[in-house]
């Protein structure tokens, strides 16, 4: 499965209220692919690529001031990173009397520590649309825990 569908938008209402009840207005669409190519990785902004976009601002255009775009509210063929998350549990339980009991567990959260991006500027009048430049979640999580029951 893949991510949520990317919602493109312009922040420049217009004066025939297209932004009416909060709303923002829908870009056109231009024909141009929205889509970039690479892996998750390649497509995210570091320090080293900094203009390296998750969807391209060439596949939208500027509807103009009092147009309606013709742009989907959500685009289902560009979506964000899909989201996985391993975790493993090991547990053992030891017996020290017929009342007293304890268990070890050793938790590892995040497993294979893979990078979970923050969405895209899906602005298209701003400067850094398409770029991703935050993280969200967590690292790789160690936890080791012993519980006693008396």
Request: proline share 5%; net charge positive; hydrophobic share 35%.
């Amino acid at each position: 499965m893949s991510g949520p569908p990317i919602s493109a938008y312009v922040t420049n209402l217009s004066a025939a209220n297209l932004g009416l009840f909060n709303g923002l207005q829908r870009p056109n669409l231009s024909g141009q692919p929205v889509q970039t190519t690479g892996d998750d990785l390649d497509r995210i902004a570091t320090a080293d690529h900094p203009s390296a976009a998750w969807i391209s601002a060439a596949g939208y255009a500027n509807p103009g001031l009092g147009a309606f775009g013709n742009a989907p509210r959500t685009d289902g063929d560009n979506r964000y990173q899909f989201r996985q998350n391993t975790d493993a549990v090991f547990t053992k339980a030891f017996s020290f009397s017929r009342t007293q009991s304890g268990e070890v567990r050793f938790e590892i959260l995040n497993l294979t520590n893979t990078p979970k991006f923050g969405g895209a500027n899906t602005d298209i009048s701003s400067s850094a649309f398409g770029l991703i430049t935050t993280s969200r979640g967590f690292s790789r999580i160690l936890q080791l825990s012993f519980r006693y029951k008396f």
